[in-house]
């Protein structure tokens, strides 16, 4: 059982070719039909450090993300989803609520986040690590961006919005804004042309 | 040196044929069948622990292992012979043992323990697999290999006998009745004639080492180094006993100081040395020490059984390699460098109370292929926010409405939650979601008790 666990793991890998299938994986569905079509993978890159800038904490960042991250923890092959030294505790009936499965989500308190962050992110024993950063270093975070091509792990750090106008090394960059019923997403950074702005609703379920 | 031309002992049943012991009546029962006794004779030893660390190395021979203080070791290597290639490779590969310790062996191969030892102290290399031959070939050892009182081997020589074979020709009776039971008894064990009870030896489960360093270091890279012979043999001694460790301790000797000690607890039972040392450094870097280190002890107090599991082709974080390895590598790390409480899981509780149905938990469990028994039926996805306060913060209030940062815009239908009657953390809240005015959604609760505040418990988005 893990033997082949293992082999789908390596068999997913981007560089081999399996004759009559390439290995085109496409990104992590994001669970939003609009927003998949707006990024440029069709959803999540499935490894690498990607930005979301917010104005304020809590404006829809973890909401939008969840749906992805449920789907990661209830492959088959599912490795962690990480939150490392998140500002406020994540609510857990809240979790299960949205679909996320428990006995793959570890929390790390907050001593030392950011080379916490780095630790899971090059370990391969999570597929996606979430974190929050002031103003970390540039050459911080590219030691992040190695760190999760190395352990092939989707690393999401939250980050002011005034850190827009920074240089950075990450895959992705979102700018996101919160609305009455949903939030504005701009892409500030991507393998695509688009730069314009995405409105995106929640389902009718999420808002109360 | 004498030896003996077949070094196998011939099977019991050909045995019983053969010419009696000289000195016991037809019919007594001879030595155990089938034993061969190898004894060694160590200049050098100094100690018991000396002995007892030998005793360990010889246990790979045989699970026969007799210790005789000061200075003697005995092995039963009947079941052996085969597995080592014949007594005279056994007898180097002993000696082998014994060099690498330091000590000098003198080793002789007999049918009983006595006579094995008797002979190593005489100096004979003895190798004696037949007991009809036993009682000549220890004719000429002299009496002080028996250690005997000074007094008794007096006697003795003032009766003319100076060598064991004359011992073995004087009458019974009257020997014991000069010189007691107790000395007749030694003399028929060493004879075969009675069988003699060995007490095997039983390693000790518990490691312990010491080093005491040549001088005096306060460096951490330095003491990692200095540790490293003790990891090494921490690492031999769990292998050779198929365990694995569950909590390491070191402790740090200085000159006045009190020592310093360092625990070193394990997310999964671990055998292998160089990973508790790269495990152990880190818990170093965290250490102050008051003063310089003059010895340094490495302690392992709880072994478990190991099994082995299968290892996987590709390293732990390698593409395909084996998951669960590296998350308990992970865990290890980080608690190694932020401490126990600083990796864990989350897990729900019965209970409607906020603050009460969900608690913190360990770690998740990296295996795969796990059963989905935490699967809870998923509640109302809404109602609740993905982030709790630790405690819910009290919120101003202006014109009936609770404001932070601005007003709050109260945009849904009240939900009320009563609990906890029953112990004193009684809940009787009516909550709400609740917009600030940047946009950012709030789980806000006013309560149905005077003075009816209003608080923020949560975070939505």
């Keep these: 059982m893990a033997g082949s666990a293992q082999l789908t793991r390596l068999l997913e890998h981007p560089a081999i070719w399996r004759g009559r299938t390439a290995a085109q994986r496409g990104g992590v569905p994001s669970g939003f039909a609009a927003l998949d079509a707006y990024l440029p993978d069709h959803g999540w890159p499935r490894s690498g450090l990607i930005e979301i800038l917010t104005g304020r904490f809590g404006s829809g960042e973890l909401a939008l993300l969840l749906p992805a991250l449920a789907a990661l923890t209830r492959a088959a092959t599912a490795r962690w989803c990480v939150w490392v030294a998140p500002p406020l505790m994540p609510f857990a009936p809240a979790l299960v609520a949205r679909g996320l499965l428990l006995d ?6 907050g001593a030392q986040p950011l080379w916490a962050f780095e630790q899971t992110l090059g370990s391969g024993a999570a597929d996606a690590a979430l974190a929050w950063a002031r103003r970390p270093r540039l050459r911080e975070l590219r030691r992040l961006q190695l760190a999760a091509e190395r352990g092939r792990t989707l690393g999401v750090l939250f980050r002011p919005r005034r850190a827009a106008t920074e240089a950075s090394v990450a895959v992705l960059r979102l700018a996101l804004e919160p609305l009455a019923t949903g939030v504005r997403l701009r892409l500030l950074k991507g393998r ?6 995405l409105e995106l609703s929640w389902p009718a379920g999420w808002v109360s | 040196m004498l030896s003996h031309a077949n070094a196998l002992a011939p099977a019991p049943a050909a045995r019983e044929g053969t010419a009696p012991l000289r000195g016991v009546p037809p019919g007594a029962p001879a030595c155990a069948p089938g034993e061969l006794w190898a004894a060694a004779h160590l200049s050098g030893c100094d100690g018991l622990s000396c002995l007892e660390r030998l005793a360990s190395h010889a246990l790979r021979f045989t699970p026969r292992v007799g210790l005789v203080p000061p200075d003697g070791l005995l092995l039963e290597v009947q079941g052996s012979l085969h597995l080592f ?7 180097e590969q002993l000696r082998g043992e014994c060099q690498r310790l330091g000590l000098q062996p003198l080793i002789a191969f007999a049918p009983t323990p006595l006579a094995a030892l008797a002979a190593a102290r005489a100096g004979h290399e003895l190798l004696v697999s037949d007991a009809a031959q036993l009682t000549g070939q220890l004719a000429g050892l002299p009496l002080a290999v028996l250690r005997w ?12 006998v100076r060598t064991v074979g004359a011992l073995l020709r004087l009458p019974r009776a009257g020997f014991a009745r000069r010189f007691g039971a107790v000395q007749l008894a030694v003399l028929d064990q060493l004879t075969g004639r009675t069988r003699q009870v060995v007490t095997a030896f039983r390693a000790r489960e518990r490691f312990r080492r010491r080093r005491d360093l040549g001088c005096e270091l ?23 006993r198929q365990c694995a460790v569950l909590e390491l301790e070191c402790r740090l000797l200085h000159r006045q100081a009190a020592p310093t000690r360092c625990r070193m607890p394990l997310a999964l039972p671990c055998a292998d040395g160089a990973r508790l040392q790269g495990l152990f450094a880190e818990y170093l870097s965290r250490l102050q020490l008051p003063e310089a280190v003059r010895a340094c002890e490495l302690r392992a107090a709880a072994l478990v059984a190991q099994r082995p599991d299968t290892r996987s082709l590709w390293q732990p974080g390698e593409h395909g390699g084996d998951e669960q390895l590296a998350g308990v590598d992970l865990i290890e790390r980080l608690r190694a460098r932020l401490g126990t409480e600083a990796v864990h899981g989350l897990a729900l509780r019965e209970g409607h109370r906020p603050e009460h149905c969900w608690a913190l938990s360990a770690p998740p469990p990296a295996t795969l292929g796990r059963q989905r028994a935490t699967d809870y039926p998923p509640r109302a996805a809404g109602r609740r926010p993905l982030w709790l306060l630790p405690a819910p913060q009290p919120l101003r209030v202006r014109d009936g409405l609770p404001c932070r940062r601005g007003p709050l815009r109260l945009v849904s239908e009240l939900e009320r939650i009563e609990s906890g009657w029953w112990d004193d953390a009684d809940v009787s809240r009516d909550y ?30």
Excluded: K, N, Q
Excluded at chain 2, 444 to 453: D, I, K, L, Q, S
């Design chain 1, 104 to 109: 793959r989500v570890a929390v790390i308190g």
């Design chain 1, 192 to 197: 695509s042309a688009r730069r314009d702005a």
């Design chain 2, 85 to 91: 290639g014949g007594a005279a490779r056994l007898r």
């Design chain 2, 149 to 160: 009182p000074e007094d008794s081997v007096a006697r003795l020589a003032r009766m003319g």
């Design chain 2, 218 to 240: 306060s460096h951490h890279a330095a003491l990692l180094h200095a540790l490293a012979p003790l990891f090494e043999a921490l690492g031999t001694f769990l292998t050779t």
């Design chain 2, 432 to 461: 709400y979601t609740a917009i600030d005015p940047y946009g950012v959604r709030l789980w806000v609760f006013r309560e149905r008790a005077a003075p009816h505040g209003w608080f923020v418990h949560g975070v939505f988005g």
